[in-house]
């Protein structure tokens, strides 16, 4: 391992105390055959502070000191890495995630108990070139299983292992051995006392996690997502979850359970976030439609409620709250391609800021139906109609008018009539766009002066 580590991290080895030891994400991939990760956490029983002077004398600079955890930032200018004492922790009830109090250490075996899974508690010496593996994580590493060494207060002590674990499962392709899986499913309520940013940073890494590394696999994503609802934890993030789980839906439609559809959903699109969520919550509404009526005609009504609701509670931000929820209540636009042309360009307009993820998402809603990755009808029919507008000149908005705002002041127009009449002449030329002339629209606009005089 010490070929592939920076020759100044081998040198800070050299000067520290005592031995320097890499530890967690960069030992875990390197026996796993992963690529190398740049995420180097160092520990050793040693202070914060003796570290720091080490690295002062190598040239490195000390970026910050914590007293209070035993631990230090220290950079090169390309990197920065982060060194913590060997230590133990203690925690009150429930799963907060803070330590309520660190002890120092001088024990590798004791600062391997705190950790969360044993494949990440395989400590290598930087001075010595050898690993450390009080827990058996080289044997799990090796038959790719996550293992806790304590897996009851791992997870008692921290509810977000439990997102770690799902994670893990997703980019790693490991699977999770049965006690710590028995464990994590019996403190699956632990996930209610993390911070809302912290749930939301690991649930943004899960639903990306196939671009992690190439040996992610494209179902990533999927795996993690089952393994997160496996341990009952996926539903209490998304509570509509629980209802949709076994939801069945039209066989001729579908070969899934609402549940199992969604997730299906998420890997059929790309990696992007805002994507990934649309793709998570586009039928979130069907319970809800199935319970009122029976049947799940509107969920995207309900769907766009609810998009909204959890993505304000998870804090997600203005811009992708709104981008996703219109995506969610738009996505079920003429399945059944009975939709008029006017209706269909009228929808393209209406959504052109947005048009190439609502493809997106309504190709991924097709494909996850039954696993069919031909060409969704819908989207076809949709680009047809999008690349003939633009054949035929169609104006995308009313700047595109040959008509101005001040033509229509000169003719009498005044106030909030401008804006109507624009919108008026704009709507005449999207079905009829020959009529985008100057002559053509002052015809009309005289017209429709006079009606309203």
Not at 81 to 87: D, K, L, Q
Not at 377 to 400: A, C, Q
Not at 432 to 443: A, D, F, R, T, V
Request: net charge neutral; hydrophobic share 40%.
């Amino acid at each position: 391992m010490r070929e592939i580590l920076p020759q100044n991290l081998i040198l800070l080895s050299q000067k520290t105390p005592k031995p320097l030891y890499l530890v967690g994400g960069a030992v875990r991939n390197y026996l796993a055959g992963l690529p190398p990760s740049e995420d180097y956490d160092l520990c050793g029983a040693m202070t914060a502070e003796e570290v720091s002077l080490a690295a002062q004398a190598v040239g490195l600079k000390t970026v910050a000191v914590y007293p209070r955890t035993h631990t230090a930032r220290i950079a090169d200018g390309k990197r920065v890495y982060e060194f913590t004492s060997f230590r133990t922790e203690s925690y009150e009830e429930g799963g907060a995630h803070t330590p309520l109090s660190v002890a120092f250490t001088q024990s590798l075996a004791e600062d391997a108990t705190r950790r969360d899974f044993a494949c990440n508690a395989v400590y290598y010496d930087v001075a010595l070139g050898r690993f450390e593996d009080p827990l058996g994580g080289i044997a799990d590493i090796k038959k790719g299983i996550i293992r806790a060494a304590n897996a009851q207060r791992v997870f008692r002590s921290d509810g977000l292992r439990l997102m770690r674990l799902a994670r893990f499962a997703g980019e790693l392709h490991f699977s999770p051995e049965a006690e710590t899986l028995a464990a994590a499913r019996r403190f699956a309520a632990n996930i209610d006392d993390i911070s809302t940013e912290r749930v939301v940073e690991e649930l943004r890494k899960i639903l990306l996690c196939d671009t992690k590394y190439p040996e992610s696999g494209a179902d990533a994503p999927v795996r993690a997502l089952k393994l997160l609802h496996e341990i009952r934890v996926l539903e209490r993030i998304f509570p509509f979850v629980k209802a949709a789980d076994g939801l069945a839906q039209r066989a001729d439609f579908h070969d899934h359970d609402v549940l199992n559809h969604t997730l299906y959903a998420v890997q059929h699109i790309a990696p992007d976030i805002t994507l990934r969520l649309a793709a998570l919550l586009h039928d979130a509404g069907k319970p809800v439609a199935y319970e009122k009526s029976g049947n799940m005609h509107y969920h995207e009504v309900y769907s766009e409620e609810l998009a909204q609701t959890l993505l304000s509670r998870y804090n997600f931000g203005n811009k992708t709250k709104a981008t996703v929820s219109r995506l969610c209540r738009a996505h079920m636009f003429d399945t059944s391609g009975t939709a008029r042309q006017i209706t269909r360009r009228k929808f393209i307009l209406r959504n052109q800021d947005i048009f190439e993820e609502l493809c997106a998402l309504m190709q991924a809603d097709f494909s996850a139906c039954k696993n069919d990755l031909s060409l969704a009808p819908t989207v076809k029919r949709l680009r047809e109609e999008r690349e003939n507008m633009v054949r035929l000149g169609v104006p995308f908005s009313p700047s595109e008018l040959a008509l101005s705002a001040t033509q229509l002041t000169n003719l009498g127009f005044a106030g909030k009539k401008i804006g109507d009449a624009l919108t008026f002449l704009w709507e005449e030329c999207v079905l009829h766009p020959e009529s985008n002339s100057p002559e053509k629209l002052l015809k009309l606009a005289r017209r429709r002066l006079e009606r309203i005089k």
